[in-house]
């Protein structure tokens, strides 16, 4: 009798015990654009917040020695996923790199063009004959051309200052009358912090396709990995954390970050938040078509790809 009762007991908790052992973690590794920042505040709550480890996943975020690198480790397997620009991406695919993107960190531009309140210009028709700085080339002049044409102006009723990268200091000091370039989500609010008042304009406001600021991409070998769906719905779920607990995730942030706890990345924390893309794993067909369609118009890719060349289509 006692060896039934025993027997029965075992039996019972037999599968609490299976249940108590922790299952391994999957680990994931994603090499960020720059140093953590305000802009990957989802990545950095899901990794506070336990979301990623919900998902069975052990996520290590890695800081670039440069900018540049997060497509060409991917590229080389060096890393499970990266984080890039969509106009930077579509280069790369038109270079061959076999790169495919899986998901979406920041789904707008965040680039801006920036007037001080005081120098006149309250619309974009208004820079003609004005002093515009600037500091790249590339898609960034493309915007100003665009801008420009949909007021019927054109590079030549303007002064092109290359200002290098001091966009800031030069509008400040009056030595360009507006700068393209800008940062809308860390530029502008610091500019504002300091009392200055300033006219932005948005390029996804005057003419140019909306495309997405900040990707997540994965080598075409491993596009189907059963671990990018849960990172994506971490990610999702970091997104409305976010939303839910501004003051409380920055707290969290300057703590785990102490150097960036400084007025800048405060300001940027809270400017950045509504342009998070609310599900990740959504992804756009046709903007995606209009914007490759553009940089080929703009001779910044030879041949806007086949959608499928840049992401899984359901």
Known sequence: MKKIILLFVLLILTPFAFA?????????????????????????????????????????????????????????GKADLGITYEPEFMEQVDQGLPLIRVGTLIDKPLDCLVAL???????????????IGSSLGGLSNVMLKVLLEKQGLSEKDVGLVNVRYNLTQALLSHKVDAVTGLMRNVEVPM??????????????????????ELIFVANTAH?????????????????????????????????????????VNRESWFATMPYFAEEPANFDSEEWRHFATFMQQNQLIKKAQPISKYAIIA
Request: proline letters at 10%; zero cysteines; hydrophobic letters at 35%.
């Open 20 to 76: 108590a052992t922790p299952q391994p973690l999957d680990k994931l590794t994603v090499i960020l654009d720059w140093f953590p920042n305000p802009d990957h505040a989802p990545l950095i709550i899901a990794q506070q917040q336990g979301f990623f480890k919900a998902e069975g996943l052990d996520v290590e975020l890695i800081g670039p020695a440069d900018p540049t690198d997060p497509p060409k480790w991917v590229a080389a």
């Open 117 to 131: 309140n005081d120098s006149g210009i309250k619309t974009v028709g208004d820079l003609k004959g004005k002093q």
């Open 223 to 263: 596009a189907h990995d059963n671990r990018i769906p849960r990172f994506l719905a971490a990610l999702q779920k970091a997104v409305a954390y976010l939303d839910q607990h501004p003051q409380e995730t920055w707290l969290a942030f300057a703590k785990q970050y102490p150097e960036s706890d400084n007025q």
């Open 191 to 212: 500019l504002e912090a300091q009392g200055h008042k300033v006219e932005t304009f948005f390029p996804e406001e005057n003419g140019v396709p909306n495309y997405s």
